[in-house]
């Protein structure tokens, strides 16, 4: 297997994203020094959300982040609030990249933005690479390891990372169902799905606070986490913090377990899986639960309203993306299929409202 292979490429830039060069050189010059003298720029295309490039100069490389063209969530791009969390954690979590400046000056790119170094590895996203060629039981090991770093962050000490005070923990399961609905209300479109009884269940079904606040990250799944290339089942980066917080950890989990599926779910839903949860070898949503709670200390209890919650949440995101496509706001073609995802989620919450979905 080829190291050079299997690590994550930036590539072109989309149309309708490209920086100035220029005024981003003349930027960078009093923080990077000579080093901004060569300075390329090129995209990472997997993202849905945040926009990040590489910038390279003379065998160096940075990751800027900046806000999608168009977005009018401004919420979920806040990038002083992803560039003061990384700040916090990076004496805590070594998973995180390391923030190397904040700009808030809108007269550069028009927007706040910021760089990180890079962390070069694997990102596995739809489908395993051909080259990496991994037995079941490493399959098992490397998901389990993906969820243990989850556990980590749950486990960060608010204190010690200076973030005690960030968010508002209070409160935070019954914020976030009012907050999605009405983003989802927010963000419909003529050809949307009807939401209505996932909805109506989420709120007449909500359950008391674990009594555990954690930094959470929000948006926990396979491609925003980088894997060692020497050993493809460790995980040494962990990316895209824009909508972390400080909450329900079990919040958290049931996010991520949004974007998972198995073997024994509806074809209509592995189908539209982002990663590859449903290969040989890979745990249950159950062995994960399971194992969550003897890496925290938690009980998951409820589990149905955090898998439904989480769902509805991708459904809601979906929706936002493919109402920016929908209006004309963005060119990506990428987001033309998101209103279908919208409704293939809605469809997996009212089989678990129903009881049919084996959590």
């Given at each position: 297997m080829s190291v050079q292979d299997l690590v994550d490429r930036a590539g072109s830039i989309r149309e309708?994203?490209?920086?100035d060069l220029d005024?981003?050189?003349?930027?960078?010059?009093?923080?990077?020094?000579?080093?901004?003298?060569?300075?390329?720029?090129r995209q990472f295309l997997g993202g849905h959300s945040n926009l990040t490039y590489l910038l390279s100069s003379g065998g160096e490389d940075w990751v800027l982040r900046r806000p999608p063209f168009g977005s009018t969530v401004k919420s979920a791009h806040d990038m002083s609030r992803e560039y003061k969390i990384l700040s916090a954690l990076q004496n805590v979590y070594s998973y995180g990249p390391v923030p190397i400046h904040f700009c808030e000056d809108h007269s550069v790119l028009g927007c706040d933005f910021y760089l990180m170094n890079y962390i070069e590895g694997l990102v596995i996203r739809r489908e395993y690479p051909a080259k990496l060629d991994l037995r079941p039981a490493e399959v098992r090991q490397q998901f389990f390891n993906f969820f243990d770093v989850l556990s980590e962050l749950h486990s960060v000490d608010l204190v010690e990372a200076g973030l005690d005070t960030f968010g508002r923990p209070e409160g935070y399961v019954k914020r976030?169902?009012?907050?999605?609905?009405?983003?989802?209300a927010d963000a419909v479109t003529p050809d949307t799905v009807n939401c209505d009884i996932t909805i109506k269940w989420l709120n007449d079904n909500m359950p008391d606070e674990s009594g555990k606040a954690s930094v959470i990250h929000n948006d926990y799944k396979m491609d925003n986490t980088i894997f060692s290339i020497d050993n493809p089942l460790q995980v040494i980066g962990v990316l895209d913090w824009e909508m972390s917080t400080v909450g329900d950890p079990l919040m958290d989990l049931g996010c991520t377990l949004g974007y998972w599926t198995q073997t024994s779910d509806p074809d209509f839903f592995r189908e539209s899986r982002t990663m590859p949860s449903d290969v040989e070898g890979s745990p249950?949503?159950?062995?994960?639960?399971?194992?969550?709670?003897?890496?925290t200390g938690l009980s998951v209890d409820h589990f149905p309203f955090y898998?439904?919650?989480g769902l509805f949440r991708l459904a809601v995101i979906g929706q936002q993306i493919y109402y920016r496509y929908y209006y004309g706001m963005t060119k990506d073609e990428r987001f033309a299929g998101y209103v279908k995802k919208a409704?293939?989620?809605?469809?997996?919450?009212?089989l678990i409202i129903s009881g049919k979905i084996e959590s």
């Open positions: 309708g994203e490209e920086l005024v981003l050189k003349q930027y960078l010059g009093p923080i990077l020094g000579d080093k901004v003298g060569n300075l390329s720029v976030q169902v009012d907050g999605w609905c009405k983003r989802w249950t949503r159950a062995e994960i639960v399971s194992r969550f709670q003897q890496q898998f439904c919650f409704h293939v989620l809605q469809q997996m919450c009212e």
